[in-house]
């Protein structure tokens, strides 16, 4: 497996584009917000969804659309500036961004996925996208996913892009993808937006059960603010132009195809988390010596998500009984006594906590350690091999100042 | 039922004071960091203790303590500054502070209840209680709740004492209480450190009982930042003083002294909420036409304790969304199209939401009501009689702040 330049048009035939149409009235003219994206030929799809139960419009019709379509999709129309949810004509709306693209794009309206994000409740005025949806069309390029990522983007700072290639049955097979959100971000879902496409060959069952595992141990391994929102989703693409074997059992080139996807996943969970909404310093939590991973990943996920301990990070301040408050009100069950508690950073590492117990250490160490800007906790729970790690960032004051005032 | 001076020796027999003793290095000398309580006569006790797994030394005692002696005790002794937690010799540490105070009040340490509120995991020196033993126990006096309230208090503001009156069986009887708590504050445990006193005669069955239906709709309902603290406490203890016939049924007496425990618990909570670390308003979600308490309860703290609804209350933004976002991802089952949403406040009231949908308003109308400190956000399911208020606060740039930096 190796990295490689580009996120959702890096796989063969996958061409995008992205627009300032104007969804939200005001917004400057610079600030791409509607995104196209297709493939030459159709994919088998896999898509994960929101667990809220109150579900944006296009979350619902991206689902119908995939039923019909027997899992098979072409097209992606996404925007950004309204998330098209809790309105009284949201699947309508969304049903018509879809026949737009669709009918732009000479496929049927049942080939396309939809995504909203932005503000909640307020209606979307769709006329935007018909105004822009020629030029759009126009400018798809192979090039274009970087255009794509720009149009969902919302309080983003950054793009978030990853790609790699590996080898299946002697064929170069590519897996790119791009990631939005930066804010309602929580566990147990497909985290905001995420697209991925690849060229590999792959039948929908193996690709369902790639992307169900990884999307386990990546995206709902991110934390936030512990809000879940809406409208979030991960959809993965496959064209099968790589021309590998079809990938129908879990064999070697499933493997390869599932590390890969992994890889991705991973990376741009990772990019997400560094751009949490007011961050200065991107937080790993990384739990070994759990009996399972399950445990692992509940632990890692309480931690990552305390708001004390995320104001103690900003803070450069090594208040570890933080760490071991969460971890006693995550549902995993294990034994504080045997509980060990590092921080590391490139400045160094340092062991705050033994068998659950503080132990002397040097604070000035500490805040060394502390004042960088990727910090990882290491949790050892000395109770088995599994392990697991989330990703989340500090709690700063613009956090609270970009949602205080996001409507506007 | 009436509102009575005082706090937690408003009730007859009870006797408080509360000291500097300076737990923690260099705490400035007008900082009241150890505080004593004690009855006249042994107390029916009833206590409910953290959920979280992690849990403080103090707690275990106290646990083991009302165990020997058949849920009665005599005193309180607790101190700030230090939570006594993921300390080596902790549990040695608490009792020690048990048989200072019991020696001091010619009592046996097991009728005493120990609590500790501060910082986790750094060892706890005694010999600051050893040296003012002796001037407490001479301070005891029936005006001494305040400064036992004091002693208690850590990034609090405010103090919070509240005591009512009423008539049980011709007799007037009192319960007083007092709370501390304003960070490291979440559902489903016993909020921080909270002890009622009240001289009713009521049997050890109806005390628990009562104090169990009680927190579920009170302490249990304040949200501040989610973390559920190691060392969270709620104490009734009633020494019958106050000459009623004892309580030991679910007669009309236990019904007044119930009520009257549940308007000093939901006064204490509402106090605990205004004084959330950094907060500027007090957030009260209140849910209605559920179809059960529980329901109303569960999405009820769900919305109180969502950042990204206290970030838009923080800024004075109607953004109503967030409220259907976080209602969604609760873990209630409800219909989100028959939900309506209202925000009120003592400007006015106005409706954002009609069945799940926006509906248009007034944003100037609805920023001069948000502009209040005092906010209610009233939710109806249109789906039952049932209903539950939960209580919180807005997130602010003051709670990044004290809790960057609040070991030192």
Known sequence: MKY????????KGFKA???????????????FDVGLLVSDSPCVTAC???????????????????????????GVIVNSGNANTCNADGKEKAEEMCSIAAAALGINPDEMIVASTGVIGQKISIEPVKRVINTLKENLSFEGGN????????????????????????????????????GMIAPNMAT???????????????????????VKITYNCLVIDGDTSTNDMAAVMCNGLAGNTLIETENEDYNQFKEALTE?????TIMLAKDGEGATKLLTVNVSGSPDIDTAVEIAKTVVGSSLLKCAVFGSDANWGRVLCAMGYSKA???????DVDFRSKKGIITLCKNGTGVNFSEEKATEILSETEIDIDITLNNGNAKASAYGCDLTYDYVKINGDYRS
């Not at 994960?48 to 072409?74: C, D, F």
């Not at 995420?194 to 169900?212: P, Q, R, V, W, Y």
């Not at 991705?264 to 741009?268: A, E, F, I, P, Q």
Request: charged residues 25%; hydrophobic residues 30%; glycine residues 10%.
């Open 48 to 74: 994960v969804y929101t667990q809220n139960k109150v579900k944006g419009a296009p979350i619902e019709i991206t689902k119908l659309h995939l039923e019909k379509s027997g899992g098979m999709s072409r």
């Open 192 to 214: 905001n937006l995420n697209f991925l496409t690849s060229d590999t060959a792959i039948s929908k069952e193996m690709l369902k059960k790639a992307l169900s595992e990884t």
């Open 264 to 268: 991705v996943m991973r990376r741009l």
């Open 17 to 31: 584009a992205g627009i300032h149409a104007g969804i939200k009235e005001n917004s400057p003219i610079e600030k």
């Open 333 to 339: 069950e294990f034994d504080p006594n045997t509980v």
């Open 147 to 182: 255009n794509f990522t720009k149009a969902i983007m919302t309080t983003d700072t950054t793009e978030k892009e990853y790609a790699v290639t590996f080898e299946a049955g002697g064929k170069t097979c590519t897996i790119g993808g791009t990631s939005k959100g930066s």
């Open 4 to 11: 490689t330049k580009g996120g959702v048009t890096a796989a």
